[in-house]
């Protein structure tokens, strides 16, 4: 497995992967698979700023994780929020925390602090993923989505990845092409 910063011609392949996601579950809240055009509007848009990185098994796509704002207020900067997805074809493999691990020492090089991702409940594989990377559960939202005739909670988990120093630096914007 080789971990790597995504690329445009990425789009296909994580469009692929996403949209069984998004068509067949509520993991995600989009009830319409994006283009592979919008895969790659979005990667143009997040990496700019943020890590995006694609795990590749034997030159396919494996899976994708990557970090944007937790929120837009200013104070909220040293935070981000994290997401994985791995295909289907490659699922239980590692790939999830091969990413996971790579996307979490790049934000601390960065100037992050705090990682939270939202789950929706229930997805035991998911939380499993996070808990055993030490996120921790911290909240959760009841009743939030409506999708495939039926309502459901997300619960949000935490996970400390900087110092939490008095002064921190400013985060660092990500260059994807160091």
């Excluded at 939270?116 to 030490?134: C, D, K, Q, R, Y």
């Excluded at 939202?141 to 459901?152: A, D």
Aim: hydrophobic share 40%.
């Amino acid at each position: 497995m080789r971990i790597r910063a995504v690329t445009a011609s990425d789009a296909d392949e994580i469009a692929a992967i996403y949209a069984p996601i998004v068509r067949d579950t509520a993991i995600s809240f989009e009830t319409e698979p994006p283009t592979s055009a919008e895969i790659g509007s979005r990667i143009a848009h997040i990496a700019k700023r943020f890590p995006w990185l694609v795990a590749e098994v034997d030159g396919r796509v494996a899976g994708y994780a990557y970090a944007c704002p937790h929120r837009d207020r200013a104070a909220y900067r040293w935070s981000v929020d994290v997401t994985v997805y791995v295909h289907s074809d490659f699922r239980r493999r590692g790939v999830g925390e091969a990413l996971y691990r790579d996307l979490f020492h790049q934000l601390r090089q960065l100037g992050y602090q705090s990682a939270f991702a939202g789950i929706t409940l229930p997805n035991p594989a998911s939380v499993g993923l996070h808990e055993s990377l030490g996120f921790r559960p911290i909240g959760m939202y009841e009743r939030v989505g409506f999708k495939h005739g039926s309502w459901h909670n997300t619960g949000w988990w935490g996970l400390a990845i900087g110092d939490f120093e008095d002064s921190p630096r400013e985060p660092a914007p990500h260059n994807q092409d160091k």
